[in-house]
């Protein structure tokens, strides 16, 4: 099963930052914070990772909670491109094992 | 560069037959995965491939089986052909095995393969 838990869906205005919820109470301190996203038909795209620390790459930003129990991936600035299924993943840390356990994830649906 | 490329990327089987994907990691990775997703849920865990060897399997059964080649190339194998088996089909690639600390060990995806069992 998942260790993450996710919204089933939500909604963003173009040209509004997205922010996406995942919890992850259960995570483990070698566990890292993985999100994807799949457009419709396609194979999931890697987004952005991280262990504690806040992340921002060119995609989006990742804040993680202090305790870790939480985090949320942020889309700066959605587009109507942005609208697909997001997938908050854990890792484990330095692993070499490549069994992604996906969840139901959260359909972010962009408005114009 | 190329990222991770999956052939066929559509094709139609009939029950009980055989069929073969194959998948091409991007360039340097040589952990391979496959992943079948079925309509409405996430990518379910199937096999994972490390220089040439199986190092994990999930929950599939034995009408599964998968290879990985020298150059780090793929297959997955399902027999005796069940409606059921009708999915997207993903393969990842990543580095592989890398030392504790490091997190570069990032897993991507190819556009899979649909098959549709009829």
């Known amino acids: 099963d998942a260790k993450t838990t996710q919204p089933p869906s939500m909604d963003c205005a173009e040209g509004r930052a997205a922010n996406l919820p995942c919890n992850h109470s259960t995570i483990s301190g070698n566990e890292y914070v993985y999100w994807y996203r799949q457009i419709h038909s396609q194979g999931p795209q890697y987004i952005i990772h991280?262990?504690?620390n806040n992340e921002t790459n060119e995609m989006a930003s990742l804040i993680i909670t202090e305790d870790r129990k939480s985090s949320t991936l942020i889309l700066p600035h959605a587009t109507l491109r942005d609208t697909a299924v997001y997938y908050c993943i854990v890792r484990p840390y330095g692993g070499a094992t490549n069994k992604l356990i996906f969840g139901t994830g959260t359909l972010l649906a962009v408005q114009p | 560069d190329a990222g991770v490329t999956q052939s066929p990327t559509h094709l139609i089987k009939t029950r009980g037959q055989q069929v073969t994907l194959r998948c091409s990691p991007i360039?340097?990775?040589?952990?391979v995965s496959w992943y079948q997703q079925v309509l409405g849920q996430g990518p379910q865990f199937i096999f994972q491939y490390y220089e040439k060897e199986e190092r994990g399997r999930g929950n599939f059964p034995d009408r599964f089986s998968a290879r990985q080649f020298p150059n780090y190339s793929s297959e997955l194998n399902v027999n005796a052909l069940l409606l059921g088996d009708s999915a997207l089909y993903l393969c990842?690639?990543?580095?592989?095995?890398?030392?504790?600390?490091?997190?570069?060990?990032?897993?991507?995806f190819g556009e899979g393969s649909w098959l549709t069992v009829v």
């Open positions: 991280g262990l504690k």
């Open positions: 360039s340097g990775h040589k952990s």
């Open positions: 990842a690639s990543s580095l592989g095995e890398l030392g504790r600390g490091s997190s570069g060990n990032t897993i991507y």
